[in-house]
Structures are given as structure tokens and as C-alpha cells.
């Protein structure tokens, strides 16, 4: 069976928009191939605001999440393996409004992850750009 992790995340997302407010997303910056601005992280962990109006090209896939955010005016490739996110809870209600994953959730989706067949992984968004190929 997949693991839950990444539906209970995308669920509570929609019902954080779906509900007026601005989802927000826990990061343990220092798990495996996160992609974050390093200068931005604080005691190993930092925040996204997640709305639709912050991000671009954001995607919940079941293995990871990633978008396009900007940080001190530059755009920055985000990429966030689902047992990095810790927590999802609304800006604006944050006692009321949040769906923390325990420990024990992350060991469970790791264990249910190392299971399943290898599925195709997300690439990671390359910092090369094409430019123009000449004939």
C-alpha cells in the first residue's frame, strides 16, 4: 500500500485554501535532499508559505513537494522530500489549524516508502538553463 503522508498532506492543503487561509509548511532542513536558501534556515528547520499567490509551479507529488519561491528578490528552486515536512498548519489560526506528523509518522512512511517498487523519482530542478544552440 502507498503511504498516506502525502494525501493527508494534500488534503489538508486544499482545506487550508478551500477555508480562506494561507498554508504554511514546517521543513526539517537539515533531512536528506532537501533543497532550501541555506541563509534562511533557523535551528534546522524553516517555513514556507505555500498559498498559490507564493509559490509557482507548485506540486505535491506522493515523494516530494517542490515549487519556485522568491528570497530576497531572487526565484528559488524548492525541493522538499515528503519526510522532510513536518508540519502544515494556516497562517492565520496556527493552534487551531495544524496537522503535525510525530516521529513515529516518519519512520512508518519510510518503512512503507522502502517497501513499494521504485517509482520514477522527481529530478530536481536543474540551475542550467538552455540558452541558444547554434547550427
Given at each position: 500500500m502507498?503511504?498516506?503522508?502525502?494525501?493527508?498532506?494534500?488534503?489538508f492543503y486544499e482545506?487550508?485554501?478551500?477555508n480562506g487561509m494561507t498554508p504554511h509548511i514546517l521543513i526539517n532542513a537539515e533531512a536528506e535532499n532537501v533543497v532550501v536558501p541555506q541563509e534562511q534556515v533557523?535551528?534546522?528547520?524553516?517555513?514556507f508559505n505555500i498559498a498559490p499567490r507564493a509559490t509557482k509551479d507548485?506540486?505535491?507529488?506522493?515523494d516530494a513537494t517542490e515549487f519556485?519561491?522568491?528570497?530576497?528578490?531572487?526565484?528559488v528552486s524548492i525541493y522538499l522530500p515528503t519526510p522532510s515536512i513536518l508540519a502544515?498548519?494556516?497562517r492565520e489560526n496556527p493552534e487551531q489549524t495544524n496537522f503535525m506528523f510525530s516521529?513515529?509518522?516518519i519512520e512508518n512512511y519510510q518503512e512503507a516508502t522502502d517497501q513499494q517498487?521504485?517509482?520514477?523519482?522527481?529530478?530536481?530542478?536543474s540551475p542550467l538553463k538552455l540558452v541558444k544552440r547554434s547550427k
Open positions: 502507498t503511504p498516506t503522508r502525502p494525501y493527508l498532506l494534500r488534503a482545506w487550508i485554501l478551500d533557523q535551528d534546522g528547520r524553516i517555513v507548485l506540486r505535491m507529488g506522493n519556485l519561491g522568491r528570497f530576497g528578490g531572487e526565484v502544515i498548519y494556516a516521529p513515529e509518522d517498487e521504485p517509482t520514477t523519482p522527481i529530478k530536481k530542478p
